[in-house]
C-alpha cells in the first residue's frame, strides 16, 4: 500500500490537526516522517559508507524498498501514523529523515545540514508537511546541525553531538537556546567526525536506559550520562558501526532495531538485540542492510513528528 503524506491522516477539515511535540526520545511515538529510498546511493560522506563502497557494495534498489516497506509496515502495525516525503531524484540520503528535522515540545524546527547535498531536503519535508497544515516553529540558519547529532532525552534534558563537520558549535547553541531558556539542561559532546552523528554511538531505549558505544565515547561523557541516572547497555564499536546502536524507540518499551548478528561484533557471542531483550524490552528486529551500508539505521529513517505525552 503506498501511503501518502499524511493524506488519510489530515484532511482538509480535520478539526483537530497533528500538533507536531516531543519532550522526550522514548514517550509514545504516534506520528513520524519517513522517506522512501527511491534515489539512495552511496555517498561517499562519511566513513561507513566510504567503507562499503571500498568492499564494492552498491545499493539494491529493490532490497532497499522492500527493507523500508517492512519498516514502515511494523510502524503502522504498532499504531504509530507513517507520513511519506516524496522522495527526490536529486536527494541520495533522503530517505534518512531523522538529520533535517527536529520535533522539539513547542514544535518542529528546521535545521541546517552541513551537507549540500542534504541542505534542499529541509525544505522538501516542509513543502510536504505544508500540504497538510503542519507549519515549522522554527529553523536555525546560523552553524550547521543535523538530527543525528540530537537527543531529545527526556524532560528537561537535551544531548548534542558536535562534530564540528557536521554539528558545529554555533548550530548546537542555536538549536539549544530555547531549551536553556525553559531551564533545560543541555549536554554538548564533541567527538571526531569520523563517528559522523552521536545517535551512530548513543541512544535512549527509556527514561533511564541507553544503547552505548562505551567503547568509544569519552569517559567524561560517559559519567555525565551516568550522573543523570541513565543506565548505559554497551554496543561494540563493530556493532555500532553496522548500525546497532542507531535504534527507535516506540514507547519506553518496544524497540525497534537493525538484526545485526552476534558475528558482526557484539560482546560474549550475544547480537545487541539479546542484549536489549535480556534487559526486558520487547525487541522487533528488521534487516536494513542497504541503508546500514550507507551509513544509516532505523533512528536516521525515521523523524518522530509526535510523542505523547508531549
Ligand atoms: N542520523 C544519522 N546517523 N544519519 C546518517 C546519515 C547517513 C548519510 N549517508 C550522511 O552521511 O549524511
Not at 533535517?100 to 528546521?110: E, F, M, R, Y
Not at 529553523?139 to 537527543?151: A, F, K, L, P
Request: hydrophobic content about 40%.
Amino acid at each position: 500500500m503506498k501511503l501518502d503524506f499524511a493524506a488519510e491522516r489530515l484532511p482538509l477539515n480535520d478539526p483537530a490537526p497533528l500538533r507536531p511535540g516531543v519532550s522526550g526520545e522514548t514517550h509514545r511515538l504516534t506520528d513520524v516522517v519517513l522517506c522512501a529510498p527511491s534515489n539512495l546511493a552511496t555517498v561517499p560522506c562519511c566513513s561507513v559508507t566510504r567503507e562499503s563502497i571500498r568492499n564494492g557494495f552498491s545499493v539494491s534498489m529493490a532490497q532497499a524498498m522492500a527493507q523500508h516497506s517492512a519498516l514502515t509496515r511494523t510502524l503502522s502495525q504498532r499504531g504509530v501514523r507513517c507520513h511519506i516525503v516524496p522522495a527526490h531524484p536529486d536527494l541520495a540520503d533522503q530517505c534518512f529523515t531523522r538529520d533535517v528535522a527536529v520535533t522539539t515540545p513547542w514544535g518542529l524546527v528546521g535545521l541546517n545540514p552541513a551537507l549540500s547535498h542534504r541542505r534542499s531536503e529541509v525544505d522538501q519535508m516542509f513543502a510536504a508537511l505544508a500540504r497538510h497544515g503542519v507549519q515549522p516553529y522554527d529553523r536555525v540558519v546560523s552553524g550547521t546541525i543535523e538530527g543525528g547529532d540530537v537527543c531529545v532525552a527526556r524532560p528537561g534534558l537535551l544531548i548534542l553531538g558536535m562534530s564540528g563537520e557536521r554539528t558545529t558549535a554555533e548550530g548546537a547553541s542555536a538549536f539549544a537556546a530555547p531549551f536553556e531558556k525553559d531551564g533545560w539542561q543541555v549536554l554538548r559532546y564533541a567527538f571526531d567526525p569520523h563517528f559522523l552523528h552521536l545517535d551512530t554511538m548513543f541512544c535512549m531505549l527509556d527514561q533511564d536506559r541507553a544503547l552505548a558505544c562505551v567503547d568509544v565515547l569519552d569517559d567524561w561523557f560517559i559519567e555525565a550520562i551516568t550522573a543523570q541516572g541513565i543506565e548505559l547497555i554497551p554496543v561494540s564499536y563493530k556493532a555500532s558501526r553496522r548500525l546497532g546502536c542507531n535504534i527507535l524507540s516506540l514507547d519506553g518499551k518496544t524497540i525497534l532495531m537493525s538484526s545485526v548478528s552476534a558475528d558482526e561484533g557484539s560482546s560474549d557471542g550475544r547480537s545487541v538485540a539479546d542484549d536489549v531483550r535480556k534487559a526486558g524490552f520487547d525487541v522487533v528486529e528488521l534487516d536494513i542492510s542497504q541503508f546500514a551500508a550507507c551509513g544509516g539505521g532505523i533512528h536516521c529513517l525515521t523523524m518522530p513528528l509526535r510523542r505523547e505525552p508531549c
